[in-house]
């Protein structure tokens, strides 16, 4: 009160307490704002109130929202601030070793936080890449059982090659001079695999593209990202509510979808059935499907969990089997699109691995140079291009940034790809020789790709094999060409790295492609002449 009646003696004549209070109000608002700038980097200046908004909602509304914030890395530097509406902060980084502080070394500061919590609710609920704490650890701690070396050999290996075959013969059908979308096609791979994988549900999703489920997954989480550029939203996050499902066509039918998937299992557990959609649970036991594990561990400690849990458990993993494995791989093949010799080299390993056979286990793990061209093109459009966190508290990063606590942080993987300081002068360029060539991998800071610290991901193994044994299973009979010039292929706005465009492509025949090429290696085209002919039935 002394610093009350202080203003009040110098106040002019006719100025009330109300003005008094709404100018302490005014400058306690300015030195918080004041006290939570980020110090120690640029800034990016945007719009006075509504900050980097209108630019970033205008390069997603042209899907070049990655580029966008790439540009500022280059003007900027590795490290630097922009303004969110009403003076926020969010400060993004591609400097590894602030990437390691972050994910590692202070990770109890950096949780997903409110913010996300509520964008994200409708969609993942409280599951695993929406929780922090304990329950995200608990969820962590039973997952992570999924991914034995045991379960691989006997059941994952088994549904991913399945279905490999699969999507290799839709290739093999497509009429000459027809395009197919291959992102697609990824999509419903990926898609097939983790339902069976996960929860002994066949989807279908290979044999009847038309499902309504798989655009409501994309039209979903198109809504999510648009909640970034929604003032409602972030208000909403800003008071601590909001999170009450948005019923809307897309998050009802996957609601539902995921409920039914939940009950089937729980009933089929219940009556010790011998099959469910035509999956044998002698081969799906509780040990074995993402749900069984939860329910075994629930039955043991005499907990009884909710559908609305095993709802939220089953969408995360669908979202994360189907999603940024799908994309990964379509980017991929477009790269191979684009650059032949790298094409003709893999086929070349594959044929030289296997023979006139098809791949096995054991050949999967020993295809250096499949690996090396999945690892580059994840370099160039990692699925998450990035990933934002929270600050609890008042922070100091290794390269001397400052950021206060509530400050919104993100490590901008996209942007570390293309970084010339971390991959040298050729870091735009798709080279996947450079990994057969460095004498020790990266670490998962200057690589983040798949996360790090504690929160790496864990099906990290899962998604490499997946991705290895389709490009082993479809290259040495087939090759596309894309239908469309490279540069219409468009990347998605969305939270992961999609294709707006789709990947429309040409299949031809691997062994005209070959011949195609004067510099491809012959011996490729021999090898794979009598596995071509066979796999054409």
Same mark, same amino acid.
């Given at each position: ?360 286990? $054991? *050949? =999967? %793990?020993?295809?250096?140079? !499949?690996?090396?061209?999945? /690892?580059?093109? &994840? ?107 490279? $540069? *219409? =292929? %468009?990347?998605?706005?969305? !939270?992961?790295?999609?294709? /707006?465009?789709? &990947? ?34």
């Amino acid at each position: 009160m002394a610093e009350v009646r202080a203003l009040w003696i110098v106040l002019p004549k006719g100025w009330s307490l109300a003005a008094v209070a709404a100018a302490a109000a005014l400058l306690k608002l300015l030195w918080k704002r004041w006290r939570a700038f980020p110090r120690g980097m640029p800034t990016h200046k945007g719009h006075w109130l509504l900050g980097v908004l209108p630019g970033f909602a205008q390069a997603a509304q042209n899907k070049e929202q990655n580029d966008f914030l790439h540009r500022i890395h280059q003007r900027l530097g590795q490290t630097y601030n922009i303004t969110a509406p009403l003076g926020h902060n969010c400060v993004v980084t591609t400097n590894p070793k602030n990437v390691e502080h972050i994910l590692l070394h202070n990770f109890k500061n950096y949780p997903k936080g409110p913010i996300m919590r509520i964008i994200f609710h409708d969609l993942l609920g409280e599951g695993i890449f929406n929780s922090d704490g304990q329950e995200w650890l608990h969820q962590r701690k039973i997952t992570s059982q999924m991914f034995t070396a045991k379960l691989f050999k006997e059941h994952i290996w088994g549904v991913v090659r399945q279905n490999a075959k699969k999507t290799r013969n839709i290739l093999q059908a497509v009429e000459h001079g027809k395009s197919l979308d291959v992102f697609n096609l990824m999509n419903r791979f990926t898609l097939d695999t983790i339902g069976e994988i996960g929860f002994g549900k066949c989807i279908g999703s290979l044999e009847d593209p038309s499902s309504p489920f798989l655009k409501s997954f994309d039209a979903a989480q198109q809504v999510t990202f648009e909640r970034w550029f929604s003032l409602k939203y972030f208000a909403q996050a800003q008071l601590g509510f909001g999170h009450q499902r948005k019923k809307n066509e897309h998050f009802a039918r996957l609601d539902q979808y995921s409920r039914n998937v939940v009950q089937e299992l729980q009933t089929s557990m219940a009556r010790d059935s011998t099959k469910a959609n035509g999956v044998a649970f002698a081969d799906l036991e509780a040990g074995k499907s993402f749900l069984g594990l939860f329910l075994e561990d629930a039955r043991k400690k005499g907990q009884t969990l909710s559908e609305d849990f095993l709802r939220d458990l089953v969408l995360n993993f669908l979202i994360a089997g189907r999603d940024t494995t799908a994309q990964a791989l379509s980017w991929t093949f477009y790269c191979l699109a684009t650059h032949p010799e790298v094409e003709a080299k893999a086929r070349q390993e594959v044929c030289e691995r296997c023979g006139a056979e098809e791949p096995s286990y $054991e *050949d =999967i %793990k020993h295809m250096p140079f !499949l690996n090396a061209i999945l /690892s580059e093109a &994840l370099r160039l459009y990692p699925s998450v291009p990035i990933d934002v966190k929270l600050t609890e508290a008042d922070d100091v990063w290794p390269d001397g940034s400052r950021v206060a606590a509530q400050t919104l942080v993100g490590y901008n993987m996209y942007a570390m790809g293309r970084d010339p300081a971390i991959w040298g002068e050729d870091a735009g360029s798709f080279r996947p020789e450079r990994w057969m060539e460095m004498k020790e991998v990266p670490s998962n800071y200057h690589y983040a790709v798949f996360n790090a610290g504690p929160r790496e991901c864990l099906g990290k193994r899962l998604a490499m094999i997946e991705m290895k044994t389709c490009l082993a299973m479809i290259l040495p009979s087939v090759s596309l060409k894309l239908a469309v010039p490279a $540069e *219409d =292929i %468009k990347q998605e706005a969305q !939270l992961t790295i999609g294709m /707006s465009s789709g &990947l429309p492509c040409f299949v031809e025949c691997a062994a005209k492609r070959e011949a195609a090429h004067s510099d491809a290696t012959v011996a490729s085209t021999a090898a794979c002449s009598d596995w071509t002919a066979s796999t054409s039935d």
